[in-house]
C-alpha cells in the first residue's frame, strides 16, 4: 500500500511539473509524431554538382505498423519497456526495478527510460547527460502520451530507434541484415533487430555472432514471458541459425576524400551541424579524376592526391589500397623520407642563384668532412649539366649543388613551397638527397611542385569550395590561397628540366606524348618510391611504401610507370596543351650534356634546355659579333651592323 501511495505521488508530481514548467522548459512542438524530424544527412558534391556520398545519412525508410512484422512490435516492447501499454510515458515501477537491479548488480545494468522517453529524447532533446533533459524527456514522454496512441508512438519509434551499420528504423535494418522488408521478417529475425536497440555495435551479428544470438534469445525468452510467444515457437526460433545477408562494403567514392574534408567540417561547424544539419558541401574533387585514380596502387600500399596546380584545387585523393581495410589516410598522415623527390628544391636555388641549367658539375666521388653519398649504382660519369644529373637524379652533384648553394637557403625555399616538417636539424647535405628529419607527407610535397607548374606561384591545397545549410543560404565560400615564391623564368626552366627526366631520364616510364614533368624517388633500401609528375593543367603526387616501412620493392621510376598510365587515361580524348613559355625564356636551344656548349656533330651526349635570354650559350659567330659589334645606340649604326660581316677577315667554315 505504501508503494502505491509514493508512486501516485510521484505522478502527480509529474503531472504538476509538466503544467507548470511547460513554457518555461521551452519544450518543443510535439503536434504530430508521424512528420519525424528526422536527422538529415550532409551532402557532399563534387565540383560538377555531382553528388559524390551522403556519407552520414542517417539510412532511414520510414514505414507504417502495417508494414512490419506483427513480431517486431512485440519484440521491441519485450526487450525495452515491458511495461508499455500500462503506463503513461514516464513508469515509475520501471525505474524502481531497474533501481533494485543496478543496486545489486553495482553497476547500470539496467534504464529506466520508456519507449515514449526514448522517442522524446530522440526526435526533439538532445544526448546530453544533465538532470534539466531528463525532466524535459520525462514531461516531453507525458504529453506524448496524452496526445498520441501507444500505435502511433511504437509506430514512431520503430522508424526511429537506431539499430547498427547506419541503419535507423525497422525498414531500413531489415533490408541491411536480411536482404528483406520489415514486413517480412520472420520472429527470429524479428527478435535479432529488436535485440540491437539496446547495443547497436555490441550485438551487431557482422561484429559478433555469438553475442547477436545470445541477445535474440535473450529477446526471444522476454517475447515467452509477456506472452507473445508460444514455448513452441520460442524453441523453434531458438533453434534457427542467423541468416544475415552479407555486409555490403563500403562502396562510396572518394572514401579518404570524404574523411578528409569531414574532420574539416567537424572542426568549424561541430559534430551536430555537421552530422544532424542536412548541409550541402560542394568540393573541388573531380569524380572522373577520382575514378581514374582510385586503383593506380593496385596492390601496393601508398597514396595518391591529384591536384589543379592552378589553384590548388584537390581533383582526386586515394589515402590507401582498401578503405576497408584501413582508414588511415596516407596522403595526409602519413610522413616518409622524400628521397630524390626533394632535389628540385636545390636546383631551383641554384637557378634563383643566377645559375643556367647548363652549369656544369663533376660526377664523382664525393667526401665532404666526412660524408660520402654514393650514387644509386656506383658509377661516376664526370662532367655533365645541371640539367642532365637531375633528370638522371644524380647523388653526388646534388650534395655538390647543395653545398654551393647553402642547404639553409634550400630549406627556406621548400618551407616557402608550404613543407612545413622541416627542422633546424635538416641543416645539412644528406637533405639534399631528402635526408630529412621528419620527412614529409605526400600532400604537401604534391603541392609545392604546383609552383613549378604555376609560374613559381604555389598553390594550397583547397579541397571545399562551399558550405551550405539545409535551406540553401551560403555560410561559407573558400577560395584558394596563393604564394609567389619563384621568379615565373625560373619556375619555366625547372619545368623544362623536369621535362628532361621524362624525355630521357629516370622517368621515362611517365611518358603520355605530350608535354609532361615529374621527378622520381627512392629512398635507402627501397622503403618508399615516389613520383611527382604533372601536366600544364594536372599534377598527380604518387608514394608507394608499407605501413611497417618494409621495403616496397619497387623505384621511382617504377612508380613513374604508374604515373603514366594514370595520366594517359586521364588526357587521352583531350587537346594536347603545353607549358606556357614566359616572355624573356628561349627554349629548345641544343646542348652537349657533357660540356654545357652548344652541341654539334661530336657531342655523343646531347639536351635540349631551355634560358633565360641572354643566359644561353652562344656560337662561335655569335661571340664574334657581340664582341666586335656591342649594341648600337642609333639607326646608322644599327644599319651598318647588319653588314657587320665586310669589316670582318675571311674566316674557315664553322
Known sequence: MYKLIVMGIVVIMIFVLSTVSYAMLGLPDTNNINDLKLIS?????DINGQLISKLFEQNRIVVTNSNMSPYLSKAI???EDTRFYQHMGVDPIGIARALVVNLKTGSIAEGGSTITQQLAREMFLTQERTIIRKVREAILAIIIEFKFSKAEILQAYLNQVYLGEGAYG????????????ASELNLPESAMIAGLARGPVLYSPYRDIDAALKRRNVVLNGMLEQDYISIEEKNKAESEPLAVVYKKERSVNASYF???IAEQLVAKYGEETVYKSGLKVYTTLDLKTQEAVENVLG???GAVVALDPKTGYIKAMVGGNNYTESQRNRAVLEYRQPGSAFKPFVYAVALNQGLASNFIVVDEPVNISGYKPQNYDNEYLGKMTMKKALRWSINSVAVKMGQKVGMKEVLNLAKNMGITTLKEEDNNLAAALGGLTNGVNLLELSSAYTAFANHGVVSQPLSILRVEDEHGQVLDNYQATQ?????????YIMTDMLMGAIKNGTATAANIGREAAGKTGTTDGYETAWFIGYTPELLIGIYVGNDDRSSVGISGSQVAGLWGKCMFKLVENKPVTKFEVPANIVKDVHICANTGDLADKNCKDDEYSAFIKGTEPKSLLQKIKEKILPNQSNKEDSKKSNNW????PRLPNF
Do not use: P
Open 41 to 45: 544527412a550532409t551532402q557532399v558534391y
Open 77 to 79: 516492447v519485450a526487450n
Open 170 to 181: 525497422v525498414e531500413a535494418a531489415a533490408q541491411k541484415y536480411f536482404g528483406k522488408h
Open 258 to 260: 570524404i574523411d578528409y
Open 299 to 301: 596492390k601496393y600500399q
Open 483 to 491: 604564394k609567389a615564391v619563384l621568379n615565373e623564368d625560373v619556375a
Open 645 to 648: 660581316w665586310l669589316i670582318l
